[in-house]
């Protein structure tokens, strides 16, 4: 019997979702088991050629060699899957997509002749075709592990697309907009990391980009009459999953004006 192959590749990011994956330890070593890991530099030095079975690609794009390899990647994957915000949404890195790349490099390096990068940050999806996007800063562990399971046995991962109130309701959480008037993105994000920042009194910062039924365009007058200016809520939309909040934003006003028309 062939033992199925997983690939682990990183491409512009903190290496948190990987550290995820090491963090499950005795889950690893059951999943060991079942799989061969052909490739994780993080966790080991030893390569084995692909193809392989399942690849889990961390980072976004952010240079012309990135967007390259993520094609060399997608080829030699039979199932690809993002982890991360990065790979996601662009990560934290996308804010250079609503400013100048070039001053920026100016400001910072002595030599920004000798950078390579992209004016944007872009996820894994924009460039190659992928199966299953995982979210999160960082993933989700017991997430990661089902979407492993999930493809290795070859069927769909269960992973919920609700938001955040859902697990605040699960957990017996008090909403901490209603009750104490705190701005919080839970209502507009994908569930999955247990509701911990509501749980201890704060408000969600969109760890783990829109759910499936973000109505952001409905959120924003909350935010607002919660005490936040037009720059505040920006700031709080621009974090972990900016470029992915940014057009959902957009597409709210799209809908907002096409209402109006009609």
């Known amino acids: 019997m062939t033992v199925p192959t997983l690939a682990v590749f990183k491409l512009a990011s903190c290496d948190g ?5 090491l963090d499950c330890e005795d889950e690893l ?4 088991g079942r799989v061969r890991i052909a490739h994780f530099l993080e966790a080991s030095s030893a390569v084995a050629e692909g193809p392989y ?5 961390e980072g976004s794009v952010t240079t012309a060699a990135d967007a390259e390899r993520v094609r060399e990647i997608r080829a030699q994957c039979r199932v690809l899957v993002t982890i991360g915000a990065c790979a996601t949404a662009g990560g934290i890195q996308a804010l250079r997509n609503f400013a100048d790349v ?12 000798y950078l390579d990068t992209l004016a944007d940050s872009t996820p894994v999806s ?12 960082p993933i989700d562990r017991g997430q990661l592990l089902e979407v492993v399971t999930a493809f290795l046995a070859g069927r769909k991962p269960d992973v919920p697309n609700h938001s955040v109130c859902f697990a605040c309701k ?3 959480v008090v909403c901490v907009t209603v ?3 705190v701005p919080c993105l839970g209502p507009v994000t994908h569930a999955g990391c247990g509701a911990i920042c509501p749980a201890y009194g704060r408000g969600c910062y969109g760890c783990f980009g829109p759910s499936g039924s973000a109505n952001l365009r409905a959120l924003l007058p909350l935010l607002r009459r919660d005490g936040l200016g037009d720059r505040d809520v920006e700031r709080l939309l621009r974090t972990f999953n900016t470029a992915a909040f940014d057009r959902l934003r957009e597409e709210g006003e799209d809908n ?3 209402e109006a028309r009609t």
């Open 102 to 113: 070039a001053e920026f490099a100016r400001a910072v390096y002595a030599r920004p002749d």
């Open 179 to 181: 009750a104490r008037g």
């Open 29 to 32: 070593l059951a999943l060991a």
């Open 53 to 57: 079975d399942l690849g889990l690609v």
């Open 170 to 172: 699960r957990r017996g």
């Open 126 to 137: 924009a460039h190659v075709d992928v199966d299953f996007e995982l979210r999160g800063c």
């Open 17 to 21: 979702c990987q550290l995820t994956l």
């Open 256 to 258: 907002g004006r096409e």
